[in-house]
Every structure is written in C-alpha cells, then in structure tokens.
C-alpha cells in the first residue's frame, strides 16, 4: 500500500522556521511535491523536486526542497515564515519525472498525503 504521511506542521511566529517531511512508503518516486491551501483559497503549488527544483516565486529564497532517497523522504525547509504561508501543506508524489510544464500542475501527481497544518502568527 502506498502511503505518503506528512509531519513537521505547527504554529511558529512571522519571521521563524519550519521542517516538513512527507515519508513516503510502499513505492519509490521520481517527483515530489509540495502543494498548499489556505482557508478559501484553491491549492497552490510551493515546491517540486524531480532532477532539478522548482518553487513558486512566493517561496523563493526562503523555502528549500531536498530529498533522502534512503529514506524515501522530502523535505519542505521553511525560513522567514510570513503570515500569508498560513495553509494546509500536502506532500504529492509521482512515479515520472515530471518537467518543466507539469511540475506546479496538481493533477500530474498520482499520489497524496493527508496534510500537515502550518499556522503563522503576526
């Protein structure tokens, strides 16, 4: 059975840091990304790894997605938190190697996680 389980969520202050992982279990993938929804708002894409990076320009410089192969496990490294990253962050994870058209599109990625919640505070 293939699971994706997120942790790492949680209430920080504007301007702190936070880690996300996503264990990923039951397969191996060659994408993974992450994707966030703020109450009222549409998911939005924060950040992929297939054999290179991407992120969203909101994220930029500030967020940082790196890989465990070994451990089959993403990472979302959040720094210089802003209020407005307030969301729902869900794990997605593929067996392709995504590319540059496909990356920030959710429905390219077969496979979720439940979320983890990250709630910063002004």
């Known amino acids: 059975q293939v699971q994706l389980v997120e942790s790492g969520g949680g209430l920080v202050q504007a301007g702190g840091s936070l880690r996300l992982s996503c264990a990923a279990s039951g397969r191996t993938f060659s994408s993974y990304g992450w994707f966030r929804q703020a109450p009222g708002k549409e998911r939005e894409f924060v950040a992929a790894?297939?054999?290179?990076?991407y992120y969203a320009d909101s994220v930029k410089g500030r967020f940082t997605i790196s890989r465990d192969s070994a451990k089959n496990t993403v990472y979302l490294q959040m720094n210089s938190l802003k209020p407005e990253d307030t969301a729902v962050y869900y794990c997605a994870a593929d067996p392709s190697a995504l590319n540059s058209r496909t990356y920030a599109n959710a429905g390219a990625y077969d496979y979720w996680g439940q979320g983890t919640q990250v709630t910063v505070s002004s």
């Open positions: 790894i297939t054999w290179t990076f």
